[in-house]
């Protein structure tokens, strides 16, 4: 009769299960059947057995057997369920609840009454099934499961361990005492279920004890935060265990319903290079926010802007264009988060911040910068290990404190112990010896007390682990073998791990037999690990207990699960749907690689399988690092390459490749030193030295190391060395391009970009395309490209370029500059503004001086020479602070040369400058600046020799830039010191020169000035011609 | 610091002795001043003494009368779960499971020999119990008109606090003493706390006869409570560190002076407590001599 469902199932044999098995049993059966009829005895033990077993078909078990008066049922078969447990508890309550309404019956018919005792447990059974579809369920569960039934009180059910921790959080349960069961040696633990009402909310095992100081600290910081609209940052500082999230969550729940709104984020140890997942953490986890902000963009341009960047942060993966750069998801983040503040109090959590990427302390940072104005408070939680990383992080900064906690006094600590420990409201007053041990042992650590506490029972003979980390292995030891399994697997998958990978993980390792839902449910209740179990994300509840289960896991296991779960991933990645391939897959699969590349190498050391591991996980991280740079990070970039040239195997020839690649990265973070350590690593070959050779010169170049002699030496040695296909033709054009720039010649160093640009382009290369295209968009405005050209190729690049306001702050100044040369005032302002915007919103302080030397140059243009000379003398204080002293010198001619041209006298020092100071001056424009001014000066003083001997110097100067406005500006100033020397001959011969360079260079607004000039001394000079 | 010891706040402080005790071994009580009752010597108090026909009960783990420091017992009570989930007092329950409770019996027995001793059983998981048991079985203890019931145990849980100030009450006006252990830990818990009952924690010398009464509330005397050799569970002896075993040690001298005056109240009971402690009495006994003429009480020595 039973298992009939099972009935069209093929003969499965002997499959070893979990399963909860419900034992029922009814109190004095055979004395009452001695009194009775056998055929009213069998009608009543009909009605009793149509009960139960509907009771249990109803809650999804199978009636297994009726043994006398005793029914036996499983839960779990032929499919387990998570909540198996709980439905057998609450058939097992309501067999108890209709056997009443049954006895009613019985006595008003029979006079008799049954009287029942039901206990579930669970536990590994082996399974059987016969041919024609009943099964059998044999193990010391089954065995267990009766004894504890014959246990039970009347009308109770009783439960085992496993199923009371299944249920605790579901029922009510009590303890009763420890059961001394027919052949077993230790007696077994037993509850009684009291009642299927949930019970309160039991997440917080003990109160927070010995942190008062500590919670008030945060609460004044948060309320100065609010009631005067000042931002605040508060680091928590401490040791593992120590109880830095607990206080964090204590004053979360401290601020009560009307309290902030909560966004948190968290870095990972294991998630290097993964700069920005903390911040998508922080966006997911207040939905509503985001929607509201979404809302907003409809209207707001810049919100939407934002948006769109921080969208685009969690679609990380997909390759839907590059991705945006580290100082516009800044910008976005603090966009985001002050829209969020306008509304009302925010906070914002930061958790274990040591092992956050550089770039994400950076725009941490930047937020409290930024938001010191808003309602925002920033909590950041970090072991002490932060300081080691940022030893300045929160110094000097107005609202931002660091908060260390120190482990609990002695006397605290035998409170915490004692209330962990505290199984009831009364407690007696003696020495508890575990406490006492446990109070001595834990060192003040909270964690570290409930460990030990855990691990001790009631037995606190046993000697104790000495560390932390031993603590945990020592937990990790008393789990069921199933559970540890799973453990271990989720630590693998990450310290927030997604249930289906674990599933994967089961999967692979042939282990889907094991009830995952319920071991989950379990390790929750454990506090091993938090999460609902609607939700398919789950994290370990301490980060280092995460960390220990890996350590503890043999690695041969850690090396296929990685494996596995690497596999999952890039499937994952290769389907295109979103869902599917979320930002953790992509994230984590340079992660899995690269770790069980690592195992892989100590395992099987000279396996060819190693090496394939090891191309794969380069590839994923060399791909990462690829996306970090895209996004200007360069140091998670740095690092991801350093960690895709150790992944390489040895002589893979990709290995010079990516320690040019990383060599880069690093010039680009100004670190000189390693990126030419990078490049020593680099292994000698044949076809090695010639591009690592340019990249050398390339790294000293940008570092000012080089003469242009030197560069030009360099490029004649190299040059017949480059075969016609060689890679390093893209570097070595740039090295020149850099050379003729150092000489003041921008149109070679165009026409030896575009060469550069060819070959990446012939490569494939992108980074290096756009690192190329953004230089060369300045040298239209320097060079001698005409404006309409250069404006042109200005308008490409901003199309290009359009999602990268970095590059815009260049390209929009770039064209700023080119619409002065063109008249076009009312629009070069504008686009200046617009890039003085952006480089103020990306905080990109190297742009203000370029910026400010533009704007001088447009209202000089334009004739504003007062306007002009504020510019420039801007500039010049950037500079100064900046401890830029040529840069001072040019602006300072700039300066004194806009005062001029607005009537005022030459200012000091230039007066008084002897021709030798004025030839020392090596830079061509400020040289050439310089000399005019003094000749200017000289011509006041009637010293025309000296004039002349000046301006000859003056052009020559000028003449070895190819900036032809340039050229035109210091020609034009010749003609004017001439004309006020009285040589209108020689002035006419420099205007004429001024006219010509400005009509090549096509810079129509001032051709007409130039050519009023020349008119005039024509005039003048025919006057004078006439009149004589 | 000059403010007088009952106007003080309690310390949070206890260094070696459990939580609101006093290490008088190495650090003597302060002085305060006494308005002496000279008739009332601990020879008057005690001399002679067994704590005969006195009614002792513990509230407690239950209590092994098998346990030879303990000897039979008068009555012997448990608060059990009946088939319905009531609680109720199953008034045949013998033994104790943990120890705990036959650790203070133990106490009372090699103090006052000749008290008849009553066990019952509220701590039903271990040292630890429901508040719920904890007023059955104070109930139950005060019904039966014990002279003194010892309660090494309390709560923290506020929701308790009214029906066991109300059952302390009670007690009193029927005069039967409670005699409550402090909480070992710097935590305010009930029913030790109440006025209406003699609280007791800690002091760490040997005698057990030695206790002192203490002047800053909320603890009313410091008996032997630090290293106190006791019965346990199954038979066996420990070592054991308390203000669980400061109680008992009260609760017996309670029980020996009950037995030689029988019809002290339970405030009467105090004020002999009182004048027989150890840091009382040494100044009634020594300082006669010392009095000022005009004036009975004994000068504050600060």
């Not at chain 1, 964090?248 to 729940?253: L, T, V």
């Not at chain 1, 990462?624 to 970039?637: F, P």
């Not at chain 1, 990709?654 to 990078?678: F, K, M, P, V």
């Not at chain 2, 309390?154 to 100030?165: F, G, V, Y």
């Amino acid at each position: 009769m039973c298992g009939a469902a099972l009935a069209a199932r093929s003969a499965n044999e002997n499959v070893r299960r979990h399963v909860v098995v419900l034992f029922a049993d009814l109190e004095g059966f055979t004395s009452m059947s001695q009194g009775l009829d056998p055929e009213l005895l069998r009608a009543i033990m009909d009605r009793y057995f149509r009960l139960t077993a509907q009771v249990i078909w109803r809650y999804g078990g199978l009636t297994e057997k009726f043994i006398g008066d005793a029914v036996m049922a499983v839960f779990g078969m032929p499919v387990a369920r998570e909540n198996d447990a709980l439905r057998a508890v609450q058939a097992a309550s309501d067999i108890i609840d209709e056997l009443d309404l049954l006895n009613v019956e019985l006595d008003r018919e029979y006079g008799i009454k049954l009287a029942i005792r039901v206990a579930v447990h669970s536990g590994p059974v082996s399974a059987s099934y016969d041919a024609g579809g009943d099964f059998r369920v044999v193990g010391d569960t089954v065995n267990t499961a009766s004894r504890l039934q014959s246990a039970a009180p009347l009308r109770q059910v009783l439960v085992g361990e496993p199923v009371a921790q299944a249920v605790r959080s579901r029922v009510q349960l009590e303890a009763v005492p420890p059961l001394s069961l027919k052949g077993k040696g230790a007696p077994a633990r037993a509850w009684r279920l009291v009642s299927l009402d949930a019970p309160g909310d039991t997440t917080s095992r003990a109160p927070l004890i010995g942190r008062d100081v500590e919670l008030l600290q945060l609460r004044q910081a948060y309320d100065r935060a609010l009631q005067r609209g000042r931002g605040c940052m508060v680091t928590l500082l401490g040791p593992p265990g120590i109880g830095k999230s607990r206080l964090a969550a204590a004053f979360q729940a401290s601020l009560g319903e009307r309290g902030p709104v909560v966004l948190s984020g968290q870095a990972i140890s294991y998630g290097q290079g993964v700069t920005y997942r903390p911040i998508v953490e922080l966006l997911e986890s207040a939905p509503g926010t985001w929607a509201a902000f979404a809302s907003k963009g409809v209207t707001d341009p810049a919100a939407a802007r934002a948006q769109a960047c921080l969208a685009g942060l969690s679609r990380e993966g997909d390759t839907g264009g590059p991705e945006a750069e580290v100082e516009e998801i800044a910008w976005a983040l603090r966009a985001f988060v002050a829209s969020v503040a306008e509304r009302g109090p925010l906070l914002l959590v930061w958790e274990d911040l040591h092992w956050a990427e550089p770039t994400l302390l950076d725009v941490i940072e930047y937020l409290g910068d930024e938001l010191s104005d808003s309602p925002v408070m920033q909590l950041c939680v970090a072991r002490p290990e932060l300081l080691d990383l940022r030893p300045a992080w929160s110094g000097g900064r107005v609202g931002a404190v660091n908060l260390e906690l120190a482990p609990l006094t002695t006397d605290e600590t035998l409170v915490l112990v004692g209330e962990l420990r505290q199984r009831g409201d009364v407690v007696a007053h003696d020495d508890d010896e575990v406490c006492a041990l446990v109070a001595s042992a834990c060192e003040g650590n909270p964690l570290f007390a409930e460990l030990m506490l855990d691990i001790a029972g009631d037995r606190g003979s046993q000697p104790m682990p000495q560390t932390i980390q031993a603590l945990f292995a020592a937990r990790l030891d008393q789990l069921d073998v199933d559970d540890r399994l799973v453990l271990e697997m989720a630590a693998v998958a990450g310290r927030d791990f997604l249930v289906p990978d674990v599933e994967h993980a089961l999967l692979a390792d042939a282990r889907s037999d094991i009830d995952l839902g319920s071991s989950l449910d379990r390790l929750r209740r454990m506090r091993l690990v938090t999460g609902n179990r609607l939700s398919i994300r789950h994290s370990f509840a301490q980060a280092f207990g995460r960390d220990t289960a890996y350590e503890m896991t043999a690695k041969r296991n850690r090396l296929r699960w990685h494996l596995a779960l690497a596999d999952r991933a890039t499937a994952a990645e290769a389907t295109s749907h979103p869902q599917l391939a979320g930002p953790r897959n992509a994230d984590l699969l340079p992660y899995h690689l690269e770790a069980a590349l690592t195992l892989s190498r100590e395992l099987h050391p000279n396996s060819p399988a190693s090496g394939e591991l090891g191309r794969r996980a380069t590839a994923a991280l060399t791909e990462q690092a690829m996306c970090a740079m895209d996004r200007r990070d360069l140091r998670a970039a740095a690092g991801l390459f350093e960690r895709a040239v150790r992944a390489l195997p040895a002589g893979d020839p990709r290995q010079h490749e990516l320690a040019i690649r990383l060599s880069d990265t690093w010039l680009d973070i100004g670190d000189r030193d390693r990126a030419h350590a990078a490049l020593g690593n680099a292994p000698g070959g044949d076809r090695l030295p010639v591009e690592v050779e340019i990249q050398r010169e390339l790294i000293d170049l940008r570092h000012g190391l080089c003469t242009p002699e030197h560069i030009l030496e360099v490029e004649q040695r190299i040059e017949p060395r480059i075969a016609h296909d060689d890679p390093a033709w893209c570097r070595f054009h740039q090295l020149r391009a850099h050379r003729h720039l150092m000489n003041e010649r921008a149109g070679a160093a165009d026409a030896s970009l575009a060469a550069a640009l060819e070959r990446a382009q012939a490569m494939g290369d992108s980074y290096q395309q756009r690192r190329i295209l953004r230089t060369s968009s300045q040298l239209t405005l320097w060079g001698p490209t005409p404006v309409p050209e250069g404006l042109q190729r200005c308008s490409e690049l901003a199309c290009l370029f359009a999602d990268s306001r970095v590059s815009l702050v260049t390209i929009l100044s770039t064209t700023g500059g080119l619409l002065a040369f063109d008249g076009q005032f009312a629009e070069a302002r504008e686009r200046l503004a617009t890039a003085a915007a952006y480089a103020a919103d990306l905080r990109m302080r190297g742009a203000d001086v370029g910026l400010a030397h533009l704007q001088g140059m447009v209202e000089s243009i334009v004739g504003e020479h007062r306007a002009a000379a504020d510019h420039f003398s801007r500039a010049r204080s950037i500079l100064r602070t900046a401890g830029n002293a040529n840069g001072v010198a040019l602006l300072d001619a700039y300066t004194a040369r806009e005062l001029v041209a607005a009537g005022g006298p030459v200012p000091a020092p230039y007066p008084a400058m002897t021709d030798d100071e004025v030839a020392a001056i090596s830079d061509p424009r400020t040289g050439a600046l310089t000399a005019v001014l003094c000749a200017r000066a000289a011509a006041g003083a009637g010293d025309v020799d000296r004039v002349r001997s000046l301006v000859e110097w003056v052009r020559a100067l000028a003449g070895r830039t190819d900036d032809l406005y340039f050229q035109g500006t210091v020609h034009q100033d010749i003609a004017g010191t001439l004309v006020a020397a009285g040589r209108l001959d020689e002035a006419l011969v420099a205007a004429t020169a001024a006219r010509e360079r400005y009509r090549a260079k096509g810079v129509r607004a001032v051709l007409p000035r130039a050519d009023d000039l020349v008119s005039q001394l024509e005039r003048a000079l025919r006057q004078e011609t006439g009149g004589g | 610091v000059d403010t007088l010891p009952w106007l003080r706040r309690p310390p949070s402080r206890f260094p070696g002795v459990p939580a609101w005790g006093a290490a008088t071994s190495s650090l003597p009580l302060e002085d305060f001043a006494i308005s002496p009752l000279p008739e009332i010597t601990q020879e008057w108090a005690w001399g002679g003494a067994d704590g005969g026909g006195v009614r002792v009960c513990v509230v407690d783990t239950g209590v092994d009368e098998e346990h030879p420091r303990v000897g039979q017992l008068d009555q012997s009570a448990a608060v059990v779960v009946d088939e319905h989930g009531a609680l109720t007092i199953d008034e045949q329950m013998r033994g104790d499971p943990v120890g705990h409770g036959t650790a203070c019996a133990g106490i009372i027995r090699s103090i006052a020999p000749g008290a008849a001793l009553s066990s019952i059983r509220v701590l039903t998981r271990g040292k630890y119990g429901t508040g719920e048991a904890l007023l059955k079985g104070l109930s139950w203890a005060i019904e039966q008109d014990f002279d003194v019931v010892n309660l090494s145990l309390s709560t923290r849980l506020p929701a308790l606090e009214p029906k066991l100030r109300e059952l302390a009450d009670h007690a009193f006006f029927r005069r039967t003493v409670l005699v409550v252990s402090a909480h070992n830990m710097p935590v305010r818990s009930y029913p030790w706390s109440f006025s209406s009952v003699l609280s007791v924690a800690s002091h760490d010398e040997a005698d057990p006869m030695t206790y002192y009464y203490n002047a800053a509330p909320p603890v009313d005397f410091y008996a032997r409570g630090v290293r106190v050799k006791v019965a346990w569970a199954h038979g066996a002896e420990r070592v054991n560190t308390g203000n669980s075993f400061a109680a008992p040690h009260l609760a017996a001298i309670c029980a020996l002076i009950l037995s030689k005056h029988r019809w002290l109240t339970p405030f009467q009971l105090k004020a002999v407590l009182f004048m027989a402690a150890s840091n009382v009495a040494a100044h009634t006994i020594e300082s006669p001599g010392k009095e000022p003429a005009d004036h009975d009480d004994l000068p504050l020595d600060v």
